[in-house]
């Protein structure tokens, strides 16, 4: 489903095993993680609880880069980041920005819209692999 710009897929995985994976597809499409972000553990830290909600950071800078040539502003939503989470009934899921909604919001030009694509396209694969059904053992 997409919702303000963001695009939220179930998971069959947790929230860790969900931000594992995609990681590891991440890694192995040849991208660069720059930073996982475990935000319950740092809610735990501060006396408080949330439930699981992991956040990866990753990228290419041949991806990005051009974008933030166009308009440099579209660095504050780069490198790409997707977050895993829990809800209230115990679901998983995996929300990112979509890449169009990106395109838009920074006003990128036509120039820009064959990394946009690319960016999209590469999301939705990595995100496929990501969050495919657990298995039955």
Do not use: C
């Amino acid at each position: 489903m997409s919702d303000h710009g963001m695009v939220t897929v179930a998971s069959g995985w947790s929230a860790g095993e969900t931000i594992d994976r995609l990681q590891a597809v991440a890694t192995e499409a040849g991208l660069l993680v720059f930073a996982r972000i475990d935000h319950a553990a740092g809610a735990a830290r501060a006396g408080m609880e949330l439930r699981p909600t992991e956040l990866l950071i990753f990228g290419n800078p041949q991806g990005g880069t051009p974008l933030m040539q166009d308009r440099q502003t579209s660095g504050i939503d780069l490198p790409i980041k997707a977050l895993a989470w829990q809800d209230a009934e115990g679901k998983v899921w995996l929300t990112y920005n979509d890449a169009a909604w990106l395109a838009d919001r920074h006003g990128l030009g036509a120039e820009s819209e064959t990394a946009v694509r690319a960016i999209e396209a590469g999301l939705t694969r990595l995100v496929e692999r990501a969050v495919g059904p657990a298995s039955s053992a």
